[in-house]
């Protein structure tokens, strides 16, 4: 298909056993940057037809912040955050080149699996799988997305102003307290990050997931 990515390097750095789970994470997350998730790639997105989107149809910039207004991830934060006034994504809008505009705002997206930095309970969520299918260059199976609550049908206030919202389900207000993750998937702390927007959240403990029986 029209420059459809057909190569990528993601070297793995790690071979130690206890790390691999988030050896496959960062491989998941590379990977999904060589297949669309690259501002380099955006304005060569496709339609049906195989023409080119153009970059104006993949994402804008409103108040100094970059959007993903593909349809399908449209869609996706309407139906998710219960909010029908959506009409874009926001992009990370913190870090170097190779953060900013390459990934999902933590703020809105806090633990999807292609935020900028690494998270304990990242998600290959509904998001990222609308993206690579807005390409054009695939078919996703939706059914594999992974379960993702954050924000979940808490409305356009928190989807236009995170923390701002004076939302307390999901921003916590003291750093490093202790507190129980926003999904109830184990024990973590009160943490700010040069991703969040200045908003300070719930993050995991290393070795605070319940799943996880070693902990």
């Known amino acids: 298909l029209y420059d459809e990515p057909t190569t990528g390097l993601d070297p793995l750095m790690s071979t130690n056993i206890e790390d691999l789970e988030s050896q496959i994470d960062t491989a998941l997350h590379e990977l999904t940057h060589v297949l669309a998730f690259?501002?380099?790639?955006?304005?060569?997105?496709?339609?049906?037809?195989?023409a080119l989107l153009g970059a104006s149809n993949v994402f804008t910039m409103n108040n100094g912040v970059y959007s993903i207004i593909t349809p399908k991830v449209v869609q996706a934060?309407?139906?998710h955050f219960g909010c029908s006034s959506i009409i874009g994504v926001p992009l990370e809008d913190e870090g170097d080149s190779g953060s900013a505009g390459a990934h999902w705002e933590r703020m809105i997206l806090n633990n999807e699996a292609m935020t900028a930095s690494d998270i304990p309970n990242a998600a290959y969520s509904i998001f990222?799988?609308?993206?690579?299918?807005?390409?054009?260059w695939y078919k996703a199976d939706m059914t594999l997305a992974e379960p993702f609550f954050w924000g979940k049908n808490s409305g356009c206030d928190f989807f236009n102003l995170g923390c701002k919202s004076g939302d307390t389900t999901y921003f916590c207000q003291k750093v490093s307290a202790k507190a129980c993750s926003y999904d109830f998937e184990g024990s973590g702390?009160?943490?700010?990050?040069?991703?969040s927007s200045q908003c300070m959240y719930t993050r995991l403990y290393s070795n605070g997931k319940c799943s996880d029986s070693t902990n």
């Open 38 to 50: 690259s501002p380099s790639l955006y304005g060569k997105y496709i339609d049906s037809n195989l």
């Open 77 to 79: 934060a309407k139906s």
């Open 128 to 136: 990222t799988m609308s993206l690579l299918e807005d390409s054009g």
């Open 189 to 195: 702390y009160c943490a700010i990050d040069s991703f």
